[in-house]
């Protein structure tokens, strides 16, 4: 097990902390395309860290920049205080654990996993200790025997996890390490995952494409776009927070309205917009009729059939569209009179008394939301 260096559970956010990988201007071209540009990243001992992105945003490149699989074409990577820029993959504190997993399928569990150990000409008595220690904490032990054919998907999984914990890194670079997976398993996965790394304190950086994996297991999460990085934060931030456009289109679901600011008050902001004018809680000065865009997650807005009421500046009436019944939620699709379609979700928390009980198509009914809730953005 790794001592962590920091007790913090948010060193990125003190000033004298230092970083356990610093990625300083790194850019990669491959010939005159740009795949990962002049970007800046600090991640910190024990945490476990996300590169997220669409595909070909580039987060493979600079995770295999951390493994020394590529060379930045310019700019430097510090992994524990040392420049890897002449340290070759296999000289780095940093361990990869690939898409595929990479078993040998010959090998039984046990010698899979105790294999990088025996050609680290690692005593056989420590070897056997680490491997049972491994197991144990993937829960593996009673497989030790099998082939990865006679496992399940997720047991194949946690062979390579063991794999690669056992050699103990610094730093374990996953590239999906779920997506084999299905969505189910991968849900149940995305904890275990996230219980192993808490328990073992090995620092992990991982790339995904899957937002909501990210959102579950990361400490904080890069999201990427064309090479560069959007937003740098903890799925909170990055989810009540985001930056702009991009991130708040990319994480979850938002309804995004271009608007003009008609009034800026001490603390909140008027926006002109096809959701009617949208008030927003807002403490900085905007400028009068610049163009913003507003942003409200389907989830914060109450919708009913019945007149709530104006409790408050936020409210506007519309028909049902679409809906979309989804068990725990339903998934509303609201025309608004401007023609502006806006996505509502509720969660179905009471049981309707009849199967044609609820809202339903063509029905008209009442949005509204809080002014805290809306996000302003400016790009
Ligand atoms: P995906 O999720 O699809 O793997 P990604 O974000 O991991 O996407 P990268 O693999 O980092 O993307 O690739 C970023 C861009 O760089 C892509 O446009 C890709 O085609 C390009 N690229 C990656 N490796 C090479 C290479 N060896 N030669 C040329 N172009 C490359």
Redesign the pocket.
């Known amino acids: 097990m790794v001592e962590p260096v920091t007790t913090s559970d948010t060193p990125w956010l003190e000033a004298d902390a230092e970083p356990l990988i610093r990625i300083k201007g790194v850019s990669k071209k ?2 005159d ?1 740009t ?2 540009n002049n970007v800046d990243l600090d991640i910190y001992q024990g945490e476990l860290f996300c590169l997220l ?10 995770l ?1 920049m951390l493994a020394g699989f590529e060379t930045p074409t310019a700019g430097q990577i510090f992994i524990d205080g040392v420049d890897m820029v002449d340290v070759p993959p296999y000289e780095r504190p940093t361990n990869m654990m690939f898409q595929s997993y990479a078993l040998f399928p010959h090998m039984t569990v046990e010698k899979n996993v105790a294999f990088g150990l025996k050609q680290d000409k690692v005593p056989k008595d420590e070897i056997a200790e680490r491997v049972h220690n491994i197991l144990k904490l993937v829960e593996l032990e009673e497989f030790k025997k099998r082939k990865p054919q006679q496992l399940s998907g997720g047991q194949r999984q946690r062979v390579a996890l063991a794999r690669a914990l056992v050699k103990e890194p610094k730093v374990l670079l996953l590239d ?1 390490p779920l997506a084999a997976l299905d969505k189910k398993l991968r849900e149940q996965t995305q904890f275990e995952l996230a219980n192993i790394q808490e328990q073992v304190g090995v620092t992990f950086v991982v ?1 995904t ?1 899957d937002q909501e994996e990210a959102m579950t297991l990361s400490t904080r999460i890069a999201v ?1 776009d064309k ?1 560069e990085f959007q937003q740098i934060g903890t799925p909170t931030e990055i989810y009540e927070f985001p930056d702009n456009r991009f991130v708040a289109d990319f994480i979850g679901s938002a309804n995004i309205v271009e608007g003009k600011v008609i009034e800026d008050g001490s603390d909140y902001v008027l926006v002109s917009t096809d959701l009617g004018d949208v008030h927003i809680d807002h403490e900085d000065s905007v400028k009068e009729g610049s163009q913003v865009w507003v942003a409200i997650r389907p989830e914060k807005i109450q919708l009913s059939k019945t007149d709530p009421g104006k409790s408050g500046p936020n409210h506007i009436t519309g028909k049902v569209d679409d809906i979309g019944y989804l068990g725990e939620m339903s998934i509303y699709l609201v025309r608004l009179e401007s023609g502006q379609i806006v996505d509502v979700t509720s969660p179905n928390q009471i049981r309707p008394r009849t199967k044609s009980q609820g809202i339903t198509w063509e029905d008209e009914v009442y949005l509204s939301w809080e002014s805290s809730s809306v996000m302003l953005l400016n790009k």
Do not use: Y
């Not at 992105?53 to 987060?59: E, I, L, T, Y």
């Open positions: 491959f010939g395309f795949a990962v992105g669409g595909s070909g945003c580039g987060k493979t490149t600079l295999r999906e790339v494409h990427m090479g």
